[in-house]
């Protein structure tokens, strides 16, 4: 008994030691669930990330990756769990805009930095002092569809498709609405929610007003199915989503039917921004084996704004590193040159992709 005892104290006070030499972030991503395959890319960015920079400041930084189930609810319980469980620094999370909305809301109450990668809704970051993002907003977004659509595709009739509890879609449709209304272009508009399976009754009322392009800015489970039933209803057009189509699941459970999807984004790996960015895609290929996709990059990108942070903080303190966060400037990442202003938001150019014979191939870059 005494021996164990010993010997379990010893474990104890081996485990503290270790645990006083590195820094803990966590990482809120969807790892399972309806969307899975965003929590699955951005990891791997992360990973990368990791990989290239493992420490700071002299200690090695520790991720604690937890798993929201692509779900509201639990969003906000992985947030409290990695602040009063694992008494993170800061948290790399979420991914989807009604996510960062649910746990940004418990890591502004603990006064706990953290940055989104991807999560485009304005109001993730909207009146707040520790949320902060990686990535561009939903009214430039959806500018940018909107500027696409009647532009490059000369459409003059659109059908918006809107998942209505979905923050992210919500909003994007409604700035690309304005955007498109004001160029002179018609808009009418069809409803839905993520899970949904059977798109029939929106898409034949959305064919019988003729469209010359369907805006889908939801998510790839709905947009490939969305996309499959479109084509069998015999649409032939043009279908525009935004950053939420890109994941190898919208080509597997799209098929051929989702060639002439455009969608906008962050990132092509062809077309990198920097020479962060081509150094990024080497090694990930290296590593992956495989092309990396916008969601890899902003990991890769909100792992090193997050580092870059607690060295200029000089301090893992999660109110300096905030501070630190807020005044990241021209910082080269992947994904562009990043600057975070004081709203925690970011400004940067976007591109558009179309998936072509089954490969999201770069179609053009749009500056903010
Ligand atoms: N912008 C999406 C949102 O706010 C998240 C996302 C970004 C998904 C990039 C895929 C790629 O909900």
Redesign the pocket.
């Known amino acids: 008994m005494r021996k164990i005892l010993i010997l379990l104290s010893i474990t104890v006070l081996l485990a503290s030691v270790f645990i006083a030499g590195t820094i803990r972030i966590g990482v809120a991503f969807p790892m399972t669930g309806n ?1 899975a395959a ?1 929590g699955e890319m951005t990891l791997q960015g992360v990973k990368i990330a990791q990989t290239l920079y493992p420490k700071v400041l002299g200690e090695k930084i520790k991720l604690i990756v937890a798993d929201n189930r692509s779900d509201k609810t639990e969003a906000a319980n992985v947030v409290s769990r990695l602040i009063d469980y694992n008494h993170v620094a800061a948290i790399i999370g979420e ?6 909305l649910a746990g940004g809301a418990i890591a502004e109450r603990s006064h706990i930095p953290m940055l ?6 304005p109001l ?1 970051t909207q009146g707040k002092h520790y949320i902060f993002r990686a ?1 561009f907003i ?1 009214p430039f ?1 959806g500018h940018v569809a909107a500027i696409f659509a009647y532009k490059n595709l000369k459409a003059k009739r659109a059908v918006v498709f809107t998942d209505v509890v ?4 919500v909003g994007l449709s409604n700035f690309f609405i304005k955007d498109f209304v004001k160029m002179g272009g018609k808009v009418s508009r069809e409803f839905y929610q993520s899970g949904d399976q059977d798109f029939s009754a929106q898409l034949t009322d959305a064919l019988s007003k003729k469209p010359d392009v369907l805006y889908i800015p939801g ?2 489970p709905e947009i490939a199915l969305m996309a499959r039933q479109a084509r069998q209803l015999g649409y032939t057009g043009p279908i525009l989503a ?6 190898p699941q919208l080509i597997k459970i799209g098929g051929s039917a989702v060639n002439g999807v455009y969608y906008t ?2 990132f092509n790996a062809s077309h990198p921004f920097t020479a962060v960015g081509k150094k990024f895609v080497a090694k990930y290929e290296a590593v992956y084996k495989t092309s990396p ?3 890899a990059a ?1 990991g890769f990108d909100s792992y090193l704004l997050l580092r870059d942070a607690i060295k200029r903080a000089g301090s893992a303190d999660p109110g300096k590193i905030a501070e630190a966060l807020r005044k990241t400037k021209n910082f080269e990442g992947a994904t562009g040159y990043i600057t975070i202003d004081k709203y925690g938001n970011t400004i940067k150019s976007a591109v558009v992709n179309e998936v072509k014979n089954g490969k999201f191939t770069y179609v053009t870059t749009i500056n903010p």
């Open positions: 969307i965003f991914i989807a805009s009604s996510h960062s989104s990668p991807a999560s485009t809704n993730v990535c939903d977004q979905q923050d992210y879609s998510y790839y935004g950053d939420g189509a890109e994941a984004s962050h996709s916008a969601l902003l």
